[in-house]
């Protein structure tokens, strides 16, 4: 396989999706996957927006088999391909499985073709989507826009503006620096929440229960069910889920976009705070049993990518913690 996918090509990636691959066709999948951070860009982005696609149809009542015959009428696809030798092969209609035909729910579904990625790269005016996976990712949006995904994160956008906004769709965590365009607000929808900005800088991170946003520069709007509040430059909201009114407050500290500038940035922060980022950081679990040390602040600056045992250096130096480790779970004591 390659990074020029013919549509049989396609056809496997959705079975492999959906796990009706054999062992060689699985095979060949993650050797093609794996043969170029290219080929593991298209895979991401192709089972993104799969996945967001099979969201969509679950909330919908969609008909397969009308869904295949609208695939099929607007591809003009007949049973008729050419293998790489040029001439034509005639693929039997019982050849239609339920992957193709799932396919179709996703053009139905998606309206850019149930190849979705590859329609979107090739038309500017499609879905475009970007997931880190288990590494942090920087992009470049068409606008010029750049975002910073935290892992396990993504994002879903057009690449034109639709009816002069820039629209967004997050889930997880991303640091935006937002291209200047007054002509064209840039909005992001994440977790029932909507954010407005023309030009500036801001995290958002959104989990189950909440969703956080924090600006560095300009002025952001962040908005749920009518009920808006603005923030300025080191000011944040916080969104709750179950809860309609985002509350507004000053932003004590700069450790929330660690995975952007790689360092924790600790002026005067409480040791719990730290404990949190660090634990969501390294995939750890620290706990504080010591009382005395709630109440410890700590002001100093390190870097990330000198892990986690650098991290309980800082720690132990800067707030006389005994510390004590067994595997992931780290005692403060």
């Known amino acids: 396989m390659n990074s020029n996918f013919s549509n049989v090509q396609e056809d496997l990636l959705v079975k492999y999706l959906l796990g009706e691959a054999t062992d060689a066709e699985r095979r060949e999948v993650s050797e093609w996957i794996e043969a170029s951070a290219e080929n593991q860009q298209y895979y991401e982005h192709f089972a993104l927006i799969w996945n967001e696609s099979k969201k969509i149809e679950a909330a919908s009542e969609i008909n397969i088999d009308d869904a295949w015959n609208r695939f099929r009428a607007r591809t003009g696809q007949t049973e008729q391909q050419e293998d790489n030798s040029g001439s034509t092969k005639i693929i039997p209609l019982s050849s239609r499985m339920s992957w193709i035909r799932a396919a179709a729910v996703l053009v139905v579904v998606v309206g850019a073709g149930w190849m979705a990625y590859h329609m979107a790269w090739n038309n500017p005016a499609q879905l475009m989507a970007v997931n880190s996976g288990n590494s942090v990712l920087t992009d470049t949006l068409p606008d010029g826009s750049i975002v910073t995904l935290n892992k396990n994160s993504s994002i879903a956008y057009n690449s034109k503006p639709d009816g ?125 049993s010591n009382p005395r040390l709630n109440g410890v602040r700590i002001s100093t600056t390190f870097s990330y990518n000198d892990g986690l045992q650098e991290a309980l250096r800082v720690v132990e130096i800067n707030t006389d913690a005994t510390i004590q480790q067994s595997g992931n779970s780290i005692t403060l004591q």
């Open 164 to 288: 002069g906004i820039r629209q967004v769709k997050l889930e997880g965590e991303a640091f935006f620096n937002v291209a200047p365009d007054k002509e064209h607000p840039f909005v992001i929808e994440v977790n029932g929440s909507k954010v407005t900005v023309v030009g500036t800088s801001f995290n958002i991170k959104s989990t189950a229960e909440k969703t956080e946003v924090v600006v560095e520069t300009g002025i952001v709007d962040v908005e749920k069910k009518n009920n808006k509040v603005t923030l300025r430059p080191n000011q944040k909201a916080t969104v709750f889920a179950d809860k309609d009114n985002p509350v507004k407050e000053s932003a004590d500290d700069e450790l929330y976009n660690y995975y952007k500038t790689k360092e924790f940035v600790c002026r005067k922060t409480p040791l719990s705070r730290l404990v949190e980022v660090l634990n969501e950081a390294f995939g750890v679990n620290i706990v504080i």
